[in-house]
């Protein structure tokens, strides 16, 4: 059974930095890809971050230069690292894992706000 479990979010302040983990409960190498979404109240989940087994990334236009994707394989974790935080980066934030099919964690809030 594959579970992945989120943590790292947290109350910033804009310009603030966080870094969010993924721990998974098996080796991250057998994944095809892993990444981070985040739904914000209302709106639909968008892909944030995706990272390939080769270690290869893309991001969301809206993230790019402020967002760094990474991966442990020897901790089993990936990692997502914001900053430059803005309030419209108030979200739930997943993690997703690919493996024939779409493993999603139960989510970390994080909310942007003086």
């Known amino acids: 059974q594959v579970q992945l479990v989120e943590s790292g979010g947290g109350l910033v302040q804009p310009g603030g930095s966080l870094r969010l983990s993924c721990a998974a409960s098996?080796?991250?190498?057998?994944?095809?890809?892993m990444a981070w979404y985040r739904q914000a109240p209302g709106k639909q989940r968008e892909l944030v971050a995706q990272?390939?087994?080769?270690?290869?990334?893309n991001y969301a236009d809206s993230v790019k230069g402020r967002f760094t994707i990474s991966r442990d394989n020897a901790k089993n974790t990936v990692y997502l690292q914001i900053n430059s935080l803005k309030p419209e980066d108030t979200a739930v934030y997943y993690c997703d894992a690919y493996l024939a099919r779409d493993y999603w964690g139960p989510g970390t809030q994080v909310t942007v706000s003086s």
């Open positions: 990272i390939t087994k080769g270690g290869s990334t």
């Open positions: 098996l080796s991250i190498f057998f994944f095809n890809h």
